[in-house]
């Protein structure tokens, strides 16, 4: 069955998801019924194309790598120029992607592309942690009156199922606490601070070559980053509807000493960035900060730039899954998570 895709952001996510269109081809047809039909793209830098008809996805993906825009892509009936509202307005779309860059102090643009495209009848699956944080009660309670589907697997730990492993696998189970490592970045940094002795500036020097940290990396080191997934777990998950400003505490990993890591060592102890949230009197409890953990915790073993959650659950004990934080297909696979699972339901 054919899906109509509408995709606002092109860059590494958006270019990631379509390479699996791509690839996947033959077995999303065999084993899903799932034809997509790609109708427009707009990206703040590379322009916007608009395409009922549908646009060829391979011939597409070869011209933006090439070219790197989207404007001039060759196709017949083609409507170029558009901004993304306009291009949400003009399209004739069931599902929306939303990947472009995010925005947590005001959750813009994308949620107007979320808002527009809920009000044109469109389903939406974003990574986009802005909305997410500021926004999900008022963006879902629209979703429902517009009766479109709203899901967001790949806004917390990218293509590891969070979500998916909440609704289905522990479905039953009150999830009373979440802890865990949310930012690969850091985690990175503390790696390598403890294993190869390595001091502070020298591993986020690493961090910033290798591409994990960006030349302003406060949003990872001081835990905003973090703190954005905690408020999207604390709200999701457990009910809440807190926002940034609501956190009990944000402390990040600029304040941590190679003398810290060794003496956390020598105790047996490992630091991790950890962000936690629980409800406790029917209030949320929701901090980002560095812990020493014993090294007996399944966080303390993850290493690198990988993310892992623990779930305090009811039935099942504690549940710990890791997997990678970011990445071009792990988030494109994290998209295709949700278009699958609305194609299934719409």
């Known amino acids: 069955m054919q899906r109509r895709i509408v995709l606002i952001g092109c860059g590494v996510v958006g270019q990631g998801f379509l390479e699996i269109l791509v690839r996947k081809k033959e077995m999303l047809e065999r084993e899903f019924s799932f034809e997509p039909v790609l109708v427009g793209v707009a990206d703040m830098m590379k322009g916007s194309i608009l395409v009922n008809e549908g646009i060829d996805i391979p011939g597409f993906m070869v011209h933006v790598k090439a070219k790197g825009t989207v404007h001039d892509f060759p196709a017949e009936g083609a409507i170029v120029g558009l901004n993304s509202l306009d291009l949400l307005e003009q399209a004739e779309a069931d599902i929306m992607v939303e990947v472009t860059y995010t925005d947590i102090k005001t959750g813009e643009p994308a949620t107007s592309h979320i808002r527009k495209a809920f009000e044109r009848g469109m389903c939406v699956a974003t990574t986009n942690k802005g ?5 999900f009660r008022d963006l879902s309670k629209l979703a429902e009156a517009k009766n479109v589907l709203f899901r967001y697997e790949g806004v917390v730990m990218s293509g590891t199922p969070i979500f998916d492993l909440l609704e289905y696998c522990l479905a039953g189970n009150e999830i009373q606490e979440i802890k865990g490592i949310l930012n690969g970045t850091t985690n990175f940094m503390l790696t390598k601070m403890e294993e190869e002795n390595m001091s502070y500036p020298d591993a986020l020097a690493l961090a910033q070559k290798l591409g994990y940290a960006e030349a302003d990396p406060t949003a990872d080191v001081e835990g905003f980053d973090a703190l954005a997934k905690v408020v999207i777990l604390s709200n999701v998950v457990l009910g809440g509807n807190i926002s940034p400003a609501d956190a009990q505490e944000r402390v990040g990993i600029s304040g941590i000493t190679i003398e810290d ?39 303390a073993g993850v290493g690198g730039a990988v993310n892992a959650l623990t779930f305090k659950t009811d039935l099942s004990g504690p549940i710990t899954i890791q997997g990678s934080g970011a990445g071009k297909l792990e988030t494109g696979f994290a998209i295709l998570i949700d278009v699958l699972n609305m194609h299934k339901e719409m």
Request: hydrophobic content about 40%; glycine content about 4%.
């Open 131 to 135: 909305p997410m944080a500021l926004h």
């Open 261 to 299: 890591i060794r003496k956390a060592k020598a105790e047996e102890m490992r630091y991790k960035l950890i962000g936690s949230a629980r409800k406790e009197h029917g209030k949320i409890i929701a901090s980002v900060r560095p812990e020493k953990l014993p090294l007996s915790d399944p966080l």
